[in-house]
Every structure is written in structure tokens, then in C-alpha cells.
T-cell receptor, first 115, second 112 residues
């Protein structure tokens, strides 16, 4: 069974540019989460999809971040325009969430550097 | 607001030792607690998940315990090996079926 995949693995962009990150969850997992870690800090929650619906987007830092999950399969996270403080590692996780058991499986992350 | 701490921040032990990593959380109203390992430059690998109704889970040389009332979990690693060297992260599920709050991690080095 394929794990969670993320693309690209690295992205270097200039301030003001746009970047789109992609996450493919494990097949059959309805729950998809985005997290990020900025330098020296803990991993922080961004948002949660159940199928194609946004269940919780309380962790999104501002309206420069837009997440979508069309058709309830893969998800994209767009940052437009990117700022220096957006640099960090963006993780995606998916979970089948069955019987109260919410085991999350993480992708390898996308390292974003904004210059 | 839920906060998760992990002690120690870093740990270095000789190969073969048994060791304990600690995780504390401020709000005992959690649903699941999950332990992960992260190798440098890699994603997170799930080690163990403990549901709120459980007190411990075991997988191979790993044993995780959960005491909700005291806001603590421990990860016990038996007979440590150099391949166990990684950062170990504890995360708690704060709302049913929703996101996890992560601790800062413990960086473990097992010396051959």
C-alpha cells in the first residue's frame, strides 16, 4: 500500500511569488490534514479535510493560504503571495479514522524556502 | 489551550540500554495519543497510537503508556540500537477525529 506522498519535496521561491503544494493521501483515507513546522518550532496544525469538505481550518495563518481537496482525493495548498515567514516544512497526513482510532500517517513533507 | 512538552529535549545513550522518553500534556481531555519518530530530513513515522480508553500499547521493543488523569505518557525503548537514533515526537488529539497537537520532540542518539 502506497503511503502519503507530497510534491514537490523542495521549493525555493522569491517573496511575492506563488507556490502550490500537493498531497496525495493513502487511498481510502477520508481525513486529510495539513501541518507545518517553521524553524525551531513545533509542528503546528493548519487544516483538516473530511473528504472534500473543510472540517477545521482554524490553524491557517492568514488568507494568503488556500487549501482545496477537489473530489475528496488529493489536496493542494497554495500560498499567494509568499512571505519570508512562510518558510518551513509543510506536512500532509491522512487518517482512515475508524472506531475512534485516528491514527495519522504522514508524508515526507515539502520544504519551502522563501527568499 | 492544549500544550505538550517532552523531556528530555535530547538524550544520548550507549547501545543496549533501556530508556524512557516522557511526554506531558496540560489538558487531560484527549482522545488519542500518538508517538512518532522522525529521521533527519524525512517525514514522521507512526510508532504507536493509544486510544483514550487504553493504558498502554506495545510494538516490538517499544511500549507506550498513557495516564490521562496526570497528563502523561511514556515511551519505553528496550535494548536500544543505533538504528533507533532519531527524534521522537508525541502528539495528542484534542478534539474527536480532528487534529493533533505536537510536542517539541526528544532527539535520541544511541551510540554503538
Amino acid at each position: 500500500e502506497a503511503g502519503v506522498t507530497q510534491f514537490p519535496s523542495h521549493s525555493v521561491i522569491e517573496k511575492g511569488q506563488t507556490v502550490t503544494l500537493r498531497c496525495d493521501p493513502i487511498s481510502g483515507h477520508d481525513n486529510l490534514y495539513w501541518y507545518r513546522r517553521v524553524m525551531g518550532k513545533e509542528i503546528k496544525f493548519l487544516l483538516h479535510f473530511v473528504k472534500e469538505s473543510k472540517q477545521d481550518e482554524s490553524g491557517m495563518p492568514n488568507n494568503r493560504f488556500l487549501a482545496e481537496r477537489t473530489g475528496g482525493t488529493y489536496s493542494t495548498l497554495k500560498v499567494q503571495p509568499a512571505e519570508l515567514e512562510d518558510s518551513g516544512v509543510y506536512f500532509c497526513a491522512s487518517s482512515p479514522w475508524t472506531g475512534g482510532r485516528n491514527e495519522q500517517f504522514f508524508g515526507p513533507g515539502t520544504r519551502l524556502t522563501v527568499l | 489551550k492544549q500544550e505538550v512538552t517532552q523531556i528530555p529535549a535530547a538524550l544520548s545513550v550507549p547501545e543496549g540500554e533501556n530508556l524512557v522518553l516522557n511526554c506531558s500534556f496540560t489538558d487531560s481531555a484527549i482522545y488519542n495519543l500518538q508517538w512518532f519518530r522522525q529521521d533527519p530530513g524525512k517525514g514522521l513515522t507512526s510508532l504507536l497510537l493509544i486510544q483514550s480508553s487504553q493504558r498502554e500499547q506495545t510494538s516490538g521493543r517499544l511500549n507506550a503508556s498513557l495516564d490521562k488523569s496526570s497528563g502523561r505518557s511514556t515511551l519505553y525503548i528496550a535494548a536500544s540500537q543505533p538504528g533507533d537514533s532519531a527524534t521522537y515526537l508525541c502528539a495528542v488529539e484534542v478534539n474527536y477525529g480532528q487534529n493533533f497537537v505536537f510536542g517539541p520532540g526528544t532527539r535520541l542518539s544511541v551510540l554503538p
